[in-house]
């Protein structure tokens, strides 16, 4: 047993929807939520830059005495998670491979879609481990950044975001995908939408949830879940101050939090 909290960085808010998986999968543990929003986008910036300033977050939730830390950003998997796991010494968990591993499982004709940042299709993160566990698989991947501004808007089902899928997505649809990766923390809160444009013949991978099963199973393979039933107050977070917050914790979380404003800037030698 170990009741020390589960860490979560984003580069903002998006990684809500990451923390709720975690919320739901995983009830009995404490979350501590990170967002960089000061930092923000994560997606348009260099590898270097995202590697920079996950390490800050790292050192940040470590000494919250986290005992696991999860990268929601999909952009900092993609480009920093090894960097990481060299570095500190913590079990850190990304959201690629959950999704690899549900997409293979989803696919039947071999065909699959990734969209996300540029950072993280510029990355090639999801491709690369897709095609290493299955040859016969092709993957057609597709930055999509205009969905994270509609997302923070909660234009997350109208006319602009529907004529924004159909112009992003039917490259994927014309490749003949039938399994789609949804790659950024902010596409599920596109879900319905996405699901629209694709159709019925597309599955829609989330890699959240699986995520929060994997940390699930290594912390039960490590005798480290929490062993209290009563649920511990989770804390947020963030960078620098956003209106955002509150807006994507009710889409997301159906919950109501305040976010702390930290210094992240100032936490490296602290
Ligand atoms: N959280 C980022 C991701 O999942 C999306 C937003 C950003 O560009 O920072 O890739």
Request: glycine residues 8%; hydrophobic residues 40%; aromatic residues 6%.
């Amino acid at each position: 047993m170990d009741n020390r909290p589960i860490g979560i960085f984003d580069s903002g808010v998006g990684g809500l929807t990451v923390a709720k998986q975690v919320m739901k999968v995983l009830p009995k543990e404490q979350m501590i939520y990170f967002g960089d929003t000061a930092h923000l986008p994560y997606g348009s910036k260099s590898k270097e830059a995202v590697t920079k300033f996950s390490k800050q977050n790292v050192q940040f939730l470590l000494k919250k005495n986290v005992k696991a830390i999860i990268v929601a950003c999909n952009t900092a998997s993609a480009n920093s998670l090894e960097e990481l796991q060299a570095t500190f010494d913590v079990p850190i968990f990304g959201v690629i491979d959950a999704g690899v591993a549900e997409a293979l499982a989803s696919t039947k004709n071999k065909k699959i879609g990734v969209i996300g940042t540029a950072g993280t299709v510029r990355a090639g993160a999801y491709e690369k481990m897709l095609c290493a566990l299955d040859g016969d698989v092709s993957v057609s991947s597709k930055a999509c950044p205009l969905f994270v501004p509609l997302a923070e808007a909660g234009w997350t089902n109208n006319e602009i975001a529907h004529l924004t899928a159909k112009e992003y997505l039917q490259e994927l649809l014309d490749f003949g995908i039938d399994s789609l990766v949804l790659g950024c923390t902010h596409y599920p809160l596109l879900k319905q939408c996405i699901g629209d444009v694709v159709g019925d013949g597309v599955t829609l991978v989330d890699p959240a949830k699986a995520t929060a099963g994997r940390v699930g199973a290594f912390l039960a393979e490590h005798n480290a879940l929490h062993d209290d039933a009563a649920t511990k107050e989770h804390e947020f977070y963030l960078s620098d101050q956003t209106d955002m917050f509150s807006t994507i914790c009710e889409i997301s979380l159906e919950e109501t939090h305040v976010a702390e404003i930290v210094d992240i800037d100032g936490i490296s030698g602290k």
